[in-house]
């Protein structure tokens, strides 16, 4: 009983660790998509606003366009860490969920592992105890 105990907690611990990796996969994936969505749209954004800022150019003043595209940059940059900032601190509230949540689910189904032992331990002793009486 207690092998069968022991492989059965060993076989939890195995799948536990499994979904954690298969969550910790999936929310990469997904940090992944969407920081190539973001990319793209600061890209996209970006290039619209160099376009934008090439036709004023036959009126500005050099110095005042390397200052706006510079301006930009920073910009773009700022709100592409922020967006990473955010984007880590929800993957890490979501881990921090998902894990309790499995070590939540892994605890009671220890507790029901080691109560099916307990009561299978006691029949034991009482057909033990029952077959002494009867000798």
């Known amino acids: 009983h207690e092998r069968e105990h022991n492989r059965e907690i060993s076989e939890l611990i195995a799948k536990h660790k499994e979904e954690m990796e298969k969550v910790c996969a999936e929310l990469n994936k997904e940090q992944q998509h969407v920081l190539d969505e973001l990319r793209q749209?600061?890209?996209?954004?970006?290039k619209a606003e160099?376009?934008?800022?090439?036709?004023?150019?036959?009126?500005l003043h050099s110095?005042?366009?390397?200052?706006?595209?510079?301006?930009?940059?920073?910009?773009h940059t700022s709100q592409l860490e922020l967006t990473q900032?955010?984007?880590r601190k929800e993957k890490e509230t979501?881990?921090?969920?998902?894990?309790?949540m499995l070590n939540d689910k892994r605890a009671q189904e220890v507790a029901i592992l080691q109560s099916r032992h307990q009561l299978e331990w006691e029949k034991i002793k009482e057909q033990?105890?029952?077959e002494k009486d009867d000798l």
Do not use: D
Not at 63 to 75: Q, V, W
């Open 63 to 75: 110095l005042e366009l390397e200052a706006l595209r510079l301006s930009l940059n920073n910009m």
């Open 41 to 46: 749209q600061m890209v996209t954004a970006h």
């Open 128 to 130: 033990y105890q029952k």
């Open 85 to 87: 900032s955010n984007l």
């Open 50 to 59: 160099i376009e934008q800022a090439q036709l004023q150019s036959q009126t």
């Open 94 to 100: 979501a881990l921090v969920e998902l894990r309790e």
